[in-house]
């Protein structure tokens, strides 16, 4: 198998970056990338540990759920999840993140790099307020983006998967369900007599703590 190891390595296998390509990143979200975070409900969050380990973590909500301050500063509500906080334990160690803002039906996405930092801050929680299930929520916390660069990525990759055409969505019944996947890979390490639960009630514990 052959490795590559060097930069020149890389590049002999392909042609310079267009220039569009590389005059198209932005120091700051201009007004149409600030109109695609305002359209977009999904992110999808890229950390890293101060030991390297990489991450990616989606994190949804209602269109407009992250919010832009101004061009350079946009907060992400902590949503409850798993309570692993694996996204959060990296800001804390590096201060870095990368951003994938998608809009369902577009094929283009917008990718923002920058440091980050974690608030507890009351107005910035408010600002982030919650109403998806009709109950108003406010985060416990917030991820408070400084933007160093932005940049639109072009429609290949959703193109190619053909991601929001609902002809290509599989059955959900191709797959076992997501507790019963569980039950296989911890089969060996849960604690005994743990009960997974069927996929009609991990639905219904979604829904009561969305």
């Known amino acids: 198998m052959s490795t590559i190891h060097t930069l020149a390595e890389l590049r002999s296998h392909y042609d310079p970056a267009r220039e569009r390509s590389v005059l198209k990143e ?3 979200l201009d007004s149409h990338a600030q109109r695609f975070v ?12 101060s030991a390297g380990a990489a991450d990616a973590s989606p994190r949804g909500g209602a269109a407009g ?33 990368g951003l ?8 283009e996405t917008l990718r923002v790099n920058g440091r980050a930092e974690i608030s507890t801050d009351e107005a910035m929680r408010s600002l982030c307020t919650d109403t998806l299930t009709g109950k108003p929520r406010v985060p416990k916390i ?17 193109m190619r998967s053909d991601v929001w055409n609902p002809t290509k ?16 890979q911890m089969a060996d390490r849960v604690t005994p007599g743990t009960v997974f639960e069927t996929q009609e009630q991990m639905l219904e514990r979604y829904r009561s703590t969305l």
């Open 169 to 184: 969505h599989i059955d959900r019944s191709e797959l076992p369900s997501m507790g019963e996947m569980l039950r296989d």
């Open 100 to 107: 994938l803002f998608l809009v369902p039906g577009m094929d």
């Open 26 to 28: 932005l120091p700051q």
């Open 38 to 49: 305002a359209l977009s409900p999904l992110v999808v969050l890229s950390t890293h540990s």
């Open 142 to 158: 917030v991820i408070r983006v400084s933007v160093q660069a932005s940049y639109l990525h072009c429609a290949k990759a959703l």
């Open 65 to 97: 759920f992250v919010k832009v301050i101004n061009e350079a500063t946009v907060l992400i509500p902590d949503s409850p999840g798993n309570n692993r906080l694996d996204s959060l334990h990296n800001i804390i160690e590096t201060g870095q993140i």
